[in-house]
């Protein structure tokens, strides 16, 4: 059996995505599963076991180099790798017009479908006019977890239940846990931050604690941002060299745990199973935030939790 997952963005929508590996694999013993993805994410899915061809697209690259002789040559080149293989089903997880029509471009083996979802969901990306682009298209709760959405897609589409918690199937380097805390602290989203005094006063009770801060930036920005916590924490702090996706997870997962807004990163370390406390500055937790592990926890929601909260939520997993 040949399954192609198509889910292409963005960081924390593609980790909450992985669980449905493991189920595919469980349910269909030696079935071929691969993944469309944005080229950019495409190192984080190096990692899942589970997967036999990861299939990058450039989507947002080339949506500003439309005129490129370049991109047209890549986009052709895509398009055979896509069309590489015969699929049995075709499942789009994203629910948007630009990921429907990457699933509409895949072959179908004879008997084989393409499958996405029937509606929206609250708090969820949906573009209605899927429902015409792909074969079948399958009812969802109004509210219901991501992580949950996403399981609950494969398997309407499929033929099976879903069982079990969530298992997110990430080969994770054998080595001691560090004492180290990751401050997730960037997001694309400004209404997600949390402010830098917070995170300096709760790097300071750490720091108490005996805990070093590590602090992951992805721009010059953030750097910035770093920098001056890491002033302000007088030698109990590093900064991280700016790693690609498979860096930051390698470094991350032997620390001894994350602090982070709700952000890419907050969802990775919910994937490799690190004690983790997620800031929400809005209610979304009930949609995005950790489930089913004493060791993760949401504080916030319809407003940021100030730093007694957050520390009283990482006391309370130590």
Request: hydrophobic content about 45%.
């Amino acid at each position: 059996m040949k399954l192609l997952i198509v889910k292409l963005s963005s960081l924390g929508d593609v980790v909450q995505t992985i669980p449905v590996v493991h189920d595919m694999a469980q349910r269909f013993p030696g079935a071929s599963i691969d993944w469309v993805v944005e080229e950019g994410f495409a190192p984080l899915l190096a990692n899942v076991q589970g997967l036999r061809r990861v299939i990058p697209v450039a989507q947002r690259r080339w949506r500003k180099e439309r005129w490129s002789a370049v991109a047209w040559r890549e986009k052709a080149a895509f398009r055979d790798a896509l069309r590489q293989d015969s699929y049995d089903a075709v499942i789009d997880f994203q629910g948007l017009i630009k990921s429907a029509w990457v699933a509409r471009q895949a072959r179908l083996a004879p008997g084989g479908f393409s499958a996405t979802y029937g509606n929206a969901s609250d708090a969820c990306s949906y573009e209605w006019p899927v429902r015409f682009l792909l074969q079948r298209t399958l009812p969802m709760p109004q509210r219901i977890h991501a992580v949950a959405r996403y399981r609950l897609l494969a398997a309407l589409a499929l033929g099976y239940s879903v069982q079990g918690d969530a298992v997110y199937s990430i080969l994770k380097p054998e080595r001691a846990r560090s004492h180290s805390i990751v401050f997730a602290h960037g997001t694309t989203r400004p209404d997600n931050e949390w402010p830098e005094a917070c995170w300096i006063d709760l790097g300071k009770r750490l720091a108490e604690r005996g805990f070093r801060i590590a602090l992951p930036h992805s721009s010059d920005q953030e750097l910035a941002r770093v920098t001056r916590i890491a002033q302000a924490l007088a030698g109990h702090a590093d900064i991280w060299p700016r790693l690609g996706l498979s860096g930051v997870m390698d470094a991350m997962a032997s620390t001894a745990g994350v602090i982070g807004v709700d952000s890419g990163l907050s969802h990775m370390a919910v994937a490799l199973d690190l004690p983790h406390v997620q800031i929400f500055s809005q209610p979304r937790a009930w949609r995005a935030g950790p489930v089913g592990r004493a060791h993760q926890v949401a504080v916030g929601g319809e407003r940021a939790p100030d730093v007694d909260a957050v520390w009283q939520a990482w006391c309370a997993l130590a």
